[in-house]
């Protein structure tokens, strides 16, 4: 762990007095408590805790809870059990806004830039509500969305909350087959689309997409279509179900805005694993449980309050989108952004929009890094207060750039947390110092431990990232799981009562964490263990180097296995023995020589998911014969056609390895 040499930022000295976690201390009775005793109690009287979340922020309830929770082993929580309360109405009441302030500020590649007043998003919510009720939607009913990062698809959601009626979304980008997987689990009744998109400089048509994932689903009653690539759309697509178009289903109506009152832990969206092999898990968040947390996370960790600016890059089949969603509920305004990943325009974007606070993915960063963009210079990022880094673990030349490039006076917030429970549990927090190559501390609520392979807790050493107390955000459950042995078997079988994430993570005497790959991804060669984001810092700082993954493959009789790396180069070159001996070098060097490859190969691409992960255990399992077909949904890719390297590969050296 580093020392204070290490320390990139620092809290002024008047944050009690600025921040709102600040003023939350000062509410409780606690102004002068350290970060540390707050987390401590946070996580210890969970009652307390999480009932002073709901005063603080005067969450609107129609009725009121007998209780905070109900049981205390993992499985089966019931929280705030008696409330009744949602979603939609506590976004839309968007405190300390007037209604002429914007609140959605949407920009992309295919149309215009617009906004939103707070007034006309309730309007627009009004209207779209009651154009779902003209089509049969009710409480519980579900609509889905294959629409990207648009108001119209915001409005959606918050529509379908209002109803108490159930949200799921799929970005366009996805594939036929990866959507229908997701959705014939679910049987949606409305399904919301766009005609295509454009990415870049290239036009995207998805009308055929469209017609296909509508033939697939027989729950479908009506397909609401939305001209965006084009400015007019055909007729219905599929027989048998009635199609309309946006502006119809937003049209004039009399009826009021209204929120119908459902349990705390009544469905709110269904958000799916990454789905890169088998059918995707459906994971069931509540309206309660998702308010309370975002509550917590956007106000008390990330500081946002009335005038700030949130943006966050992602499209709307990643869990990103969901939590930006969510600022409204303490004053925020919204930033969407809807095309490709712009290394320079990002930053120019953000001075455009007046972001306050900027949200995107480690890999991002470390490629603006690489390409040498120095944002400070590119456009004015006065008013940006804070970075957010997720989706990887950002190494140490990651914050050093931030701090470099970006903004010397901006926290960075290097976070961590998971579709599974739609939040980070490992984050920043306006009190405690930015450390490089660190994760600040463990969020408010949220009993993050490293355990040994024995359970049993540890500090300042590699262990697995569990949560050991339950968390509001945890799953109401998967869909269709009546049991709930689904839910089960994805997080409490290993240690029962306990939440295992599938992390590597290390935990600081000061609380500060890092986290270094997934546990079944681990690199161990002698007995040493070692996550993967450690060997791709190392990799991926060469110059020659734009990404790489790495893959350990075990062997049966017990010897020390095979490390393979397999490296992307820079346009125009090639692998050859020189590369590969700084490689090695600094692989030798950087980590220990049990960790130089066996072998490196020199790929394309290296497989990612639509939000931009990683594919090393799909990657693995076709190295070990696996059929690409069975160890990946294409349709869940980024880039499917870079797993047929891999592929041949496999045959390669099963060829080689056969019976002479």
Known sequence: MAGVDDVLWTPPADVRTRSRIGRYLTDLGRPGEDYAALWEWSVTDLPGFWRSVWNHFGVIAHDQPTAVLSGAAMPGVRWFPGATLNYAENVLRVPGVADDEPVVLAYGQTRAASRLTKAELREQVRRVRAGLRRLGVGRGDRVAAYAPNIPETYVLMLATASLGAVFSSCAPEFGTRSVTDRWRQIEPVVLVAVDGYRYGTRSVDRREEVAAITAALPSLRHVVRIPYLNAEVEGAQSAGVEATTWAGLAGNTDEPLAFDPVPFDHPLYVLYSSGTTGLPKPIVHGHGGILLEHLKM???????????????????????????????????????????????????????????????????????????????????????????????????????????????????????????????????????????????????????????????????????LVITAPMPSMPVGFWNDPDGSRYREAYFDVYPGVWRHGDWITISERGTCVITGRSDATLNRGGVRLGTAEFYSVVEGLPEVVESVVIHLEDPAGGPGELLLFVALGEGLELDDALRAKIVAELRTGLSPRHVPDEIYQVRAVPRTLSAKKLEVPVKKILTGTPVAAAASAGALANPESLVAFAELAKKRAANTGPD
Not at 326 to 334: D, E, L, T, W, Y
Not at 348 to 377: D, H, I, N, W
Request: aromatic share 10%; proline share 7%; hydrophobic share 40%.
């Open 298 to 464: 956007l106000a008390l960790h990330h500081d946002l309050g009335p005038g700030d600016r949130f943006f966050w890059y992602s499209t709307t089949g990643w869990m990103m989108w969901n939590f930006l969603a969510s600022a409204p509920a303490v004053g925020a305004a919204i930033v969407l952004y809807d095309g490709a990943p712009d290394l320079e325009g990002t930053w120019r974007l953000a001075q455009e929009s007046g972001m306050t606070y900027l949200g995107t993915s480690a890999p991002f960063l470390l490629a603006c890094r690489k390409a040498g963009v120095v944002p400070r210079e590119l456009a004015d990022l006065s008013r940006l207060r804070g970075v957010g880094s997720t989706g990887a673990p950002l190494p140490d030349e990651g914050f050093d750039w931030v701090y470099r490039a970006v903004s010397d006076t901006a926290q960075l917030q290097s976070l961590s947390g998971g579709t599974d429970v739609c939040t980070g549990f490992v984050g920043g927090s306006p009190l405690v110092p930015v450390y490089r190559g660190q994760i600040s501390c463990r969020a408010l609520g949220a009993r993050v431990a490293a355990y040994d392979p024995s359970g049993s807790p540890v500090v300042g050493r590699l262990g697995e």
